[in-house]
């Protein structure tokens, strides 16, 4: 009986021990985890790469958006990214009228010249135009995925 109330009395103590512990700065985390992607250079080729299959942030300046001549899809096109390796965004005119509402009537013209992030998951084009089969991309489908950070010059 002796011995069973003494380890009882040690299990207490030592989980009181282990609580107090437990809640000590020292052992918990700095800070949360962020949800949000780190933003990537639209110019940073190895940083993209080692983030395909993945939702990422690009930054960049676009040099032109712009509808194909169908007005099926929209490109961007950035300052300083090659255009036959780098990174593809684009927008299917299924996705036109939100994005041209939520940009002022028409985000071509919003996004053109302006340094914007794009937010999506970035993975490797595997459509029809043999050109770009293999170069990175990200679709846009939703204005909440482009975030002008410095409209364009006037």
Not at 14 to 34: I, M, N, Q, R, V
Not at 72 to 96: P, Q, R, W, Y
Request: contains cysteine; aromatic residues 8%.
């Amino acid at each position: 009986m002796k011995r069973t109330a003494s380890l009882a009395a040690a299990l207490v103590i030592f989980g009181f021990a282990f609580a107090s512990l437990a809640d000590s700065p020292a052992t918990k985390p700095a800070a949360e985890p962020s949800t949000q992607p780190a933003v990537i250079s639209v110019t940073d080729q190895a940083a993209l790469k080692e983030k395909s299959g993945f939702k990422v942030t690009v930054e960049g300046v676009v040099d032109a958006a712009e509808w194909s001549s169908s007005g099926k899809v929209m490109n961007l096109h950035f300052k300083d990214v090659n255009e036959d390796t780098g990174i593809v965004c684009c927008a299917f005119s299924k996705s036109k009228p939100a994005l041209d509402k939520a940009f002022g009537g028409d985000a071509t013209k919003a996004w053109s010249g302006a340094k914007v992030q794009i937010t999506g998951p970035l993975h490797k084009y595997t459509g029809k135009f043999k050109a770009m089969i293999g170069r990175l991309q990200i679709i846009i489908q939703d204005p909440d995925q482009v975030k002008i950070i410095e409209p364009a010059a006037k």
